[in-house]
């Protein structure tokens, strides 16, 4: 069966990880904003493609896999919260306006598989965590670009280790109280 084809016939979904040919030769490439980049190197562009094909599952398999990826952390992931706007904590995570923030903590290798998968589909990169990385603690941070809370409309993901985000926050506030001491100094210095 013939899946090769043409970009006047369609073109591939954003981050999807193609067949292509070029100058008569076969290459792995990731389609993104419009053209193709080499996989697994964002510097080389390809030019003059003449076809293209999805590699393993069309998009709808990715789709599928993402949407069970949320039933799997709304659901099942145990050791999991979720934190909202309402809650100062929210914005000690990272999280701004429409962002969906979650806490968890992988037990099993499912868990592990779960957070792969959004990072697979929403950013399009291999995955990043294994099973040594069970029993960590991570931030997840689902951001939207319009207004919308709604994970399966996250334009992006963050995920960080809970250290990194305490490092950072406790850097920030540092910074503040910094620049609230030099301000406080200043002001006794023009009062003498």
């Known amino acids: 069966m013939n899946n090769w084809k043409t970009l006047k016939e369609e073109t591939p979904t954003e981050c999807a990880i193609c067949l292509i040919t070029v100058?008569?030769?076969?290459?792995?490439?990731?389609y993104s904003e419009g053209e193709f980049i080499q996989y697994g190197n964002d510097e080389r562009h390809?030019?003059?493609?003449?076809?293209?094909?999805?590699?393993?599952?069309?998009?709808?398999?990715e789709t599928r896999e993402y949407k069970k990826a949320i039933n799997y952390l709304l659901n099942?992931?145990?050791?999991?919260?979720?934190?909202?706007?309402?809650?100062?904590?929210?914005?000690?995570?990272?999280?701004y306006?429409?962002?969906?923030?979650?806490?968890?903590?992988p037990r099993?290798?499912?868990?592990?598989?779960?957070?792969?998968?959004?990072?697979?589909?929403i950013t399009g990169k291999a995955s990043i965590l294994d099973y040594r990385n069970i029993g960590e603690t991570y931030v997840l941070i689902f951001?939207?670009?319009?207004?919308?809370?709604?994970?399966?409309?996250?334009?992006?993901?963050?995920?960080?280790?809970?250290?990194?985000?305490?490092?950072?926050?406790?850097?920030?506030?540092?910074?503040?109280?910094?620049?609230?001491?030099r301000e406080e100094i200043e002001t006794e210095g023009e009062l003498i």
């Open 23 to 30: 100058n008569d030769n076969v290459a792995l490439a990731t």
């Open 143 to 181: 951001k939207a670009v319009g207004f919308s809370s709604d994970l399966e409309e996250c334009d992006y993901l963050i995920i960080q280790t809970a250290s990194e985000v305490i490092k950072s926050n406790t850097q920030e506030i540092m910074d503040i109280i910094t620049i609230m001491s």
């Open 46 to 61: 390809y030019n003059n493609v003449s076809a293209w094909q999805y590699t393993d599952a069309p998009f709808e398999d």
């Open 76 to 95: 099942k992931f145990q050791s999991c919260r979720e934190y909202s706007i309402e809650d100062e904590k929210f914005y000690l995570l990272g999280g």
């Open 108 to 121: 099993r290798i499912e868990d592990i598989e779960c957070i792969n998968t959004f990072n697979k589909c």
């Open 97 to 105: 306006d429409c962002d969906r923030v979650f806490v968890v903590r």
